[in-house]
């Protein structure tokens, strides 16, 4: 099941504004307020969804149903006012189904390529996990390359472009695995939990007669999200920044069977940069590879035993590799 709105191909790059570090700051707080309009109690869930974006990045949003996974990348995209498309991963989605297929036209007797739902902005993987890995792996070109390939024809995807996926955690025997490949195509990795007591009463009062989501108005345009994606990725990052994030991936591919890859480092060196400015920053700090560190890398681990997984190996890489 899909529901596509893609941009038209004219449009897929638009010309490219001049935005300060402030600018882009002060952008993604008014986005992550605008998102806590429809979404209580995960602010910091929101910052690193706003902070993906922003560097380039995609999410996966893991839980059990009815936390919010799905309405979080819906009030993301109104945010930003963005073509936005939602999949529904099923056991029976075809890979076409994604990317899109050629149609034979009868009136002009040639085939012509009809978009799938990655022709978008923003596009809503929706239990991501449901569909067999030959659905999924449709998604590995998007993801890395930002473009897809149909029957040999290679087509770009619009920009910006930025996959956020729901993956369900409650019933294994009914979703398959994620390829490796594909979760280390991801930027960050988030877990929502539930609401405490308050901020649960808070939502109910939001949501019990009109939904927020109903409502929601963008408070900025791609035009501007490209803009600030370009002064995200001019950030500065100085040697020893490199140096002491190549020194913690290098930690975890000592104590672990699988550890980060260099596009782990990449991805982790780019969130900083995003979370620099977000601190209203133009260079990047250890203290913003700290921050993004426990979600940017320990879905990209593999340990060979249970007693410990990705994220415990990360704390103890955060703890003994010291920053120079």
Request: charged share 25%; hydrophobic share 35%.
């Amino acid at each position: 099941m899909t529901d596509a709105n893609p941009p038209p191909e004219s449009e897929s790059r638009p010309p490219t504004e001049t935005v300060t570090v402030s600018q882009v700051a002060d952008l993604c707080a008014e986005i992550e307020t605008n998102v806590a309009d429809v979404i209580v109690g995960h602010d910091d869930a929101i910052e690193h969804v706003v902070t993906a974006m922003l560097a380039r990045g995609h999410v996966l949003l893991e839980d059990v149903p009815g936390v919010g996974k799905t309405m979080l990348a819906r009030s993301i995209a109104t945010s930003v006012d963005c073509p936005f498309s939602r999949v529904q991963f099923t056991p029976d989605l075809l890979p076409a189904d994604v990317t899109g297929v050629n149609v034979f036209n009868q009136k002009t007797r040639e085939f012509e390529f009809q978009s799938g739902p990655i022709f978008a902005n923003v596009v809503l993987g929706d239990e991501i996990n449901r569909a067999p890995p030959k659905t999924q792996s449709a998604l590995l070109e998007a993801m890395e390359e930002q473009q897809v390939t149909v029957d040999g024809d290679t087509r770009e995807l619009p920009d910006p472009f930025t996959v956020i996926a729901t993956q369900n955690t409650t019933e294994p025997n009914r979703t398959y695995d994620l390829p490796f490949a594909e979760l280390d195509r991801f930027m960050k990795k988030l877990e929502l939990g539930y609401p405490n007591p308050e901020e649960e009463a808070e939502l109910l009062g939001r949501t019990v007669g009109h939904h927020p989501i109903d409502s929601l108005e963008p408070v900025t345009d791609r035009e501007t999200l490209v803009a600030a994606r370009e002064t995200v990725a001019n950030v500065r990052v100085e040697t020893p920044v490199r140096e002491y994030a190549t020194r913690l991936v290098g930690d975890t591919r000592e104590h672990a069977h699988i550890g980060v890859s260099p596009r782990g480092t990449i991805a982790l060196l780019r969130a900083a940069q995003a979370r620099a400015v977000v601190n209203g920053r133009e260079y990047v700090l250890p203290d913003d590879v700290q921050t993004e560190a426990p979600v940017v890398l320990p879905h990209r681990i593999k340990t060979a035993g249970r007693d410990r997984d990705g994220a415990t190996l990360v704390e103890d890489a955060l703890e003994r590799v010291p920053v120079e």
